[in-house]
Protein backbone atom coordinates (compact mmCIF):
# COMPACT_ATOMS: atom_id res chain seq x y z
CA UNK A 1 0.00 0.00 0.00
CA UNK A 2 2.86 2.36 0.69
CA UNK A 3 4.89 1.90 -2.33
CA UNK A 4 1.55 2.33 -4.50
CA UNK A 5 0.86 5.13 -2.66
CA UNK A 6 4.25 6.76 -2.59
CA UNK A 7 4.21 6.12 -6.72
CA UNK A 8 0.76 7.93 -6.63
CA UNK A 9 2.59 11.02 -5.00
CA UNK A 10 5.45 11.01 -7.08
CA UNK A 11 2.90 11.15 -10.40
CA UNK A 12 1.28 13.62 -9.07
CA UNK A 13 4.43 15.89 -8.53
CA UNK A 14 5.38 15.40 -11.85
CA UNK A 15 2.33 16.42 -13.70
CA UNK A 16 2.33 19.61 -10.99
CA UNK A 17 5.87 20.09 -12.62
CA UNK A 18 5.16 19.50 -16.05
CA UNK A 19 2.24 21.92 -15.89
CA UNK A 20 4.16 24.55 -14.43
CA UNK A 21 6.62 23.95 -17.01
CA UNK A 22 4.60 24.80 -19.80
CA UNK A 23 2.94 27.83 -18.20
CA UNK A 24 3.70 31.03 -19.83
CA UNK A 25 2.67 34.19 -18.20
CA UNK A 26 0.12 31.78 -16.52
CA UNK A 27 -0.57 34.90 -14.04
CA UNK A 28 -2.33 36.99 -16.53
CA UNK A 29 -6.15 37.57 -16.41
CA UNK A 30 -6.23 34.80 -13.22
CA UNK A 31 -9.39 34.37 -12.56
CA UNK A 32 -11.63 35.48 -9.18
CA UNK A 33 -12.92 32.69 -6.78
CA UNK A 34 -16.02 34.00 -8.29
CA UNK A 35 -15.53 33.37 -11.64
CA UNK A 36 -14.68 29.68 -10.62
CA UNK A 37 -18.11 29.52 -8.79
CA UNK A 38 -19.41 30.84 -12.47
CA UNK A 39 -17.65 28.31 -14.22
CA UNK A 40 -18.70 25.26 -11.90
CA UNK A 41 -22.14 25.71 -12.78
CA UNK A 42 -21.79 26.79 -16.18
CA UNK A 43 -20.08 23.47 -16.99
CA UNK A 44 -22.71 21.67 -15.16
CA UNK A 45 -25.41 23.44 -16.89
CA UNK A 46 -23.96 22.86 -20.45
CA UNK A 47 -23.01 19.41 -20.08
CA UNK A 48 -26.68 19.12 -18.83
CA UNK A 49 -28.20 20.86 -21.43
CA UNK A 50 -26.10 19.55 -24.34
CA UNK A 51 -28.46 16.34 -25.18
CA UNK A 52 -30.84 19.07 -25.96
CA UNK A 53 -28.34 20.15 -28.62
CA UNK A 54 -27.55 17.00 -30.31
CA UNK A 55 -27.59 16.50 -34.10
CA UNK A 56 -28.02 12.87 -35.72
CA UNK A 57 -24.33 12.04 -35.47
CA UNK A 58 -24.06 13.01 -31.89
CA UNK A 59 -26.96 10.18 -31.27
CA UNK A 60 -26.04 7.85 -33.46
CA UNK A 61 -22.73 7.96 -31.49
CA UNK A 62 -24.43 7.74 -28.34
CA UNK A 63 -26.35 4.80 -29.02
CA UNK A 64 -23.58 2.98 -30.53
CA UNK A 65 -21.97 3.49 -27.00
CA UNK A 66 -25.33 2.14 -25.35
CA UNK A 67 -24.95 -1.21 -27.69
CA UNK A 68 -21.11 -1.48 -26.87
CA UNK A 69 -22.28 -1.23 -23.33
CA UNK A 70 -25.09 -3.85 -23.72
CA UNK A 71 -22.92 -6.26 -25.57
CA UNK A 72 -20.34 -6.27 -23.27
CA UNK A 73 -22.82 -8.03 -20.47
CA UNK A 74 -22.74 -11.67 -23.00
CA UNK A 75 -18.92 -11.69 -21.97
CA UNK A 76 -19.76 -10.28 -18.50
CA UNK A 77 -19.92 -14.13 -16.81
CA UNK A 78 -16.72 -15.59 -18.72
CA UNK A 79 -15.00 -12.41 -17.94
CA UNK A 80 -15.46 -13.31 -14.00
CA UNK A 81 -14.71 -16.33 -14.51
CA UNK A 82 -11.57 -15.77 -16.26
CA UNK A 83 -10.28 -13.45 -13.22
CA UNK A 84 -11.70 -15.50 -10.62
CA UNK A 85 -9.83 -18.36 -12.37
CA UNK A 86 -6.47 -15.85 -12.79
CA UNK A 87 -5.14 -14.80 -9.61
CA UNK A 88 -1.83 -14.43 -7.81
CA UNK A 89 -0.26 -12.29 -5.16
CA UNK A 90 1.77 -11.05 -7.48
CA UNK A 91 -1.43 -9.33 -9.34
CA UNK A 92 -3.28 -8.83 -6.19
CA UNK A 93 -0.36 -6.40 -5.20
CA UNK A 94 -0.32 -4.60 -8.54
CA UNK A 95 -3.91 -4.26 -8.76
CA UNK A 96 -3.78 -2.02 -5.87
CA UNK A 97 -2.92 0.90 -7.84
CA UNK A 98 -5.42 1.04 -10.20
CA UNK A 99 -7.80 1.01 -6.73
CA UNK A 100 -6.20 4.18 -5.59
CA UNK A 101 -5.78 5.43 -9.23
CA UNK A 102 -9.80 5.29 -9.17
CA UNK A 103 -10.60 6.45 -5.58
CA UNK A 104 -12.32 9.34 -5.67
CA UNK A 105 -11.21 10.30 -1.93
CA UNK A 106 -7.34 10.63 -3.67
CA UNK A 107 -8.48 12.42 -7.01
CA UNK A 108 -10.36 14.94 -4.99
CA UNK A 109 -6.90 15.39 -2.67
CA UNK A 110 -5.15 16.11 -6.12
CA UNK A 111 -7.80 17.95 -7.69
CA UNK A 112 -7.84 20.10 -4.42
CA UNK A 113 -3.92 20.58 -4.54
CA UNK A 114 -3.83 21.85 -7.53
CA UNK A 115 -6.60 24.68 -7.46
CA UNK A 116 -5.27 25.98 -3.89
CA UNK A 117 -2.12 25.27 -5.24
CA UNK A 118 -2.64 27.49 -8.02
CA UNK A 119 -4.40 29.97 -6.22
CA UNK A 120 -1.08 30.36 -3.59
CA UNK A 121 1.09 30.74 -6.26
CA UNK A 122 -1.37 32.13 -8.56
CA UNK A 123 -0.88 30.10 -11.54
CA UNK A 124 -3.64 30.49 -13.58
CA UNK A 125 -2.64 26.83 -15.67
CA UNK A 126 -2.70 25.19 -12.41
CA UNK A 127 -6.02 26.79 -10.90
CA UNK A 128 -7.70 26.20 -14.06
CA UNK A 129 -6.92 22.36 -14.58
CA UNK A 130 -7.59 21.95 -10.39
CA UNK A 131 -11.04 23.72 -11.41
CA UNK A 132 -11.68 21.31 -14.65
CA UNK A 133 -11.33 18.39 -12.27
CA UNK A 134 -13.31 19.46 -9.70
CA UNK A 135 -16.07 20.14 -12.06
CA UNK A 136 -15.54 17.03 -13.81
CA UNK A 137 -15.42 14.66 -10.50
CA UNK A 138 -18.39 16.34 -9.69
CA UNK A 139 -20.64 15.31 -13.03
CA UNK A 140 -19.48 12.39 -13.85
CA UNK A 141 -19.85 11.43 -10.25
CA UNK A 142 -23.29 12.63 -9.81
CA UNK A 143 -24.18 10.99 -12.97
CA UNK A 144 -22.71 7.55 -12.35
CA UNK A 145 -23.93 7.73 -9.29
CA UNK A 146 -28.05 8.22 -10.26
CA UNK A 147 -27.36 5.16 -12.66
CA UNK A 148 -26.01 3.50 -9.99
CA UNK A 149 -29.52 4.04 -7.70
CA UNK A 150 -31.58 3.30 -10.39
CA UNK A 151 -30.34 0.24 -12.45
CA UNK A 152 -29.54 -1.18 -8.13
CA UNK A 153 -27.41 -4.23 -10.31
CA UNK A 154 -26.12 -6.87 -7.83
CA UNK A 155 -22.42 -7.37 -7.60
CA UNK A 156 -20.57 -10.17 -8.84
CA UNK A 157 -19.14 -11.19 -5.61
CA UNK A 158 -23.14 -11.62 -4.67
CA UNK A 159 -23.66 -14.28 -6.85
CA UNK A 160 -26.79 -13.65 -8.12
CA UNK A 161 -25.86 -13.52 -11.82
CA UNK A 162 -25.04 -10.79 -13.93
CA UNK A 163 -28.65 -9.62 -14.68
CA UNK A 164 -29.79 -8.98 -11.28
CA UNK A 165 -31.09 -5.58 -11.24
CA UNK A 166 -33.39 -4.83 -8.25
CA UNK A 167 -33.46 -1.00 -9.32
CA UNK A 168 -33.47 1.75 -7.09
CA UNK A 169 -30.99 0.66 -4.08
CA UNK A 170 -28.71 3.03 -1.99
CA UNK A 171 -26.81 -0.21 -0.48
CA UNK A 172 -23.30 -0.74 -2.13
CA UNK A 173 -24.03 -4.23 -2.96
CA UNK A 174 -26.76 -3.35 -5.38
CA UNK A 175 -24.75 -0.47 -7.31
CA UNK A 176 -22.85 -2.04 -9.51
CA UNK A 177 -23.58 -0.72 -12.79
CA UNK A 178 -21.57 1.70 -14.17
CA UNK A 179 -18.18 1.54 -12.16
CA UNK A 180 -17.59 4.37 -10.22
CA UNK A 181 -13.63 3.73 -9.98
CA UNK A 182 -13.56 3.56 -13.63
CA UNK A 183 -15.23 6.90 -13.81
CA UNK A 184 -13.04 8.65 -11.93
CA UNK A 185 -9.82 7.18 -13.44
CA UNK A 186 -10.95 8.23 -16.86
CA UNK A 187 -12.10 11.28 -15.88
CA UNK A 188 -8.96 11.94 -14.09
CA UNK A 189 -6.98 10.92 -17.24
CA UNK A 190 -8.74 12.50 -20.21
CA UNK A 191 -9.00 16.14 -18.03
CA UNK A 192 -4.92 15.40 -17.89
CA UNK A 193 -4.19 14.44 -20.97
CA UNK A 194 -5.80 17.42 -22.33
CA UNK A 195 -4.34 19.86 -20.05
CA UNK A 196 -0.56 18.19 -20.08
CA UNK A 197 -0.67 17.74 -23.92
CA UNK A 198 1.95 15.66 -24.19
CA UNK A 199 2.07 12.28 -25.84
CA UNK A 200 4.03 10.47 -23.28
CA UNK A 201 1.61 11.58 -20.20
CA UNK A 202 -1.06 10.66 -22.10
CA UNK A 203 -0.29 7.03 -22.73
CA UNK A 204 0.84 6.97 -18.63
CA UNK A 205 -2.63 8.02 -17.97
CA UNK A 206 -4.92 6.16 -20.09
CA UNK A 207 -2.77 3.22 -18.45
CA UNK A 208 -3.56 4.34 -15.10
CA UNK A 209 -7.01 4.51 -16.12
CA UNK A 210 -7.29 0.89 -18.16
CA UNK A 211 -5.54 -0.77 -14.66
CA UNK A 212 -8.22 0.84 -12.69
CA UNK A 213 -10.76 -0.89 -15.32
CA UNK A 214 -9.07 -4.04 -14.97
CA UNK A 215 -8.23 -4.05 -10.71
CA UNK A 216 -12.72 -3.22 -10.90
CA UNK A 217 -12.93 -6.49 -12.74
CA UNK A 218 -10.08 -8.58 -10.99
CA UNK A 219 -11.04 -7.62 -7.53
CA UNK A 220 -14.96 -9.12 -8.22
CA UNK A 221 -16.28 -5.71 -7.65
CA UNK A 222 -17.71 -5.26 -11.50
CA UNK A 223 -18.85 -6.79 -14.38
CA UNK A 224 -16.93 -6.05 -17.70
CA UNK A 225 -19.93 -3.80 -18.57
CA UNK A 226 -20.09 -1.62 -15.79
CA UNK A 227 -16.29 -0.97 -16.24
CA UNK A 228 -17.17 0.12 -19.82
CA UNK A 229 -20.01 2.15 -18.92
CA UNK A 230 -18.12 3.74 -16.32
CA UNK A 231 -15.03 4.41 -18.41
CA UNK A 232 -17.07 6.24 -21.51
CA UNK A 233 -19.01 8.33 -18.86
CA UNK A 234 -15.38 9.55 -17.01
CA UNK A 235 -14.01 9.76 -21.08
CA UNK A 236 -17.03 12.20 -22.14
CA UNK A 237 -17.31 14.52 -19.34
CA UNK A 238 -14.12 14.68 -19.13
CA UNK A 239 -14.10 15.85 -22.39
CA UNK A 240 -17.44 18.01 -21.94
CA UNK A 241 -15.66 19.74 -19.08
CA UNK A 242 -12.51 20.82 -21.44
CA UNK A 243 -14.84 22.16 -24.09
CA UNK A 244 -17.53 23.70 -22.02
CA UNK A 245 -15.11 25.21 -18.77
CA UNK A 246 -15.24 28.71 -18.72
CA UNK A 247 -11.64 28.83 -19.90
CA UNK A 248 -12.41 26.64 -22.48
CA UNK A 249 -11.46 28.56 -26.37
CA UNK A 250 -14.70 27.32 -27.72
CA UNK A 251 -16.55 28.40 -24.87
CA UNK A 252 -14.39 32.06 -25.93
CA UNK A 253 -15.64 32.10 -28.98
CA UNK A 254 -19.68 30.73 -28.29
CA UNK A 255 -19.66 34.51 -25.94
CA UNK A 256 -18.66 36.11 -29.06
CA UNK A 257 -20.53 34.36 -31.66
CA UNK A 258 -23.67 33.06 -30.40
CA UNK A 259 -23.99 30.77 -33.37
CA UNK A 260 -21.40 28.39 -32.03
CA UNK A 261 -24.15 27.21 -29.05
CA UNK A 262 -26.29 25.33 -31.93
CA UNK A 263 -23.39 23.90 -33.30
CA UNK A 264 -20.10 22.13 -32.65
CA UNK A 265 -20.17 23.67 -29.08
CA UNK A 266 -22.41 20.67 -28.03
CA UNK A 267 -20.47 17.61 -30.07
CA UNK A 268 -19.55 16.05 -26.70
CA UNK A 269 -19.86 12.83 -28.06
CA UNK A 270 -17.95 13.37 -31.66
CA UNK A 271 -16.32 10.50 -32.78
CA UNK A 272 -12.85 13.03 -33.44
CA UNK A 273 -12.69 11.99 -29.17
CA UNK A 274 -10.24 8.86 -29.43
CA UNK A 275 -7.84 7.31 -27.04
Do not use: C
Not at 138 to 144: K, N
Not at 173 to 195: C, E, K, M, N, Q
Amino acid sequence: MKFFLSALIIFNISVYSQIIDSTVNSSQDFPTLNDDIKSFFNTGKNIFQAPSKFDNKDWITFGSLIALTASATLLDEDNREFWLNNKSQTLDYISEFGRIYGEISYAGIFAGTLYFGGRITKNKDLTVTGRMLIEGLFYAGVTTTLIKFVSGRSRPYKNDGHLDFRFFQTTNDYTSFPSGHSTVAFTTSTILSDRIDNTYATIALYSFALSTVWQRMYSDNHWLSDTIMGALIGYFIGKAVIKFDDSSETTDKAKSNPDLIDSNYYEIFSLKYSF
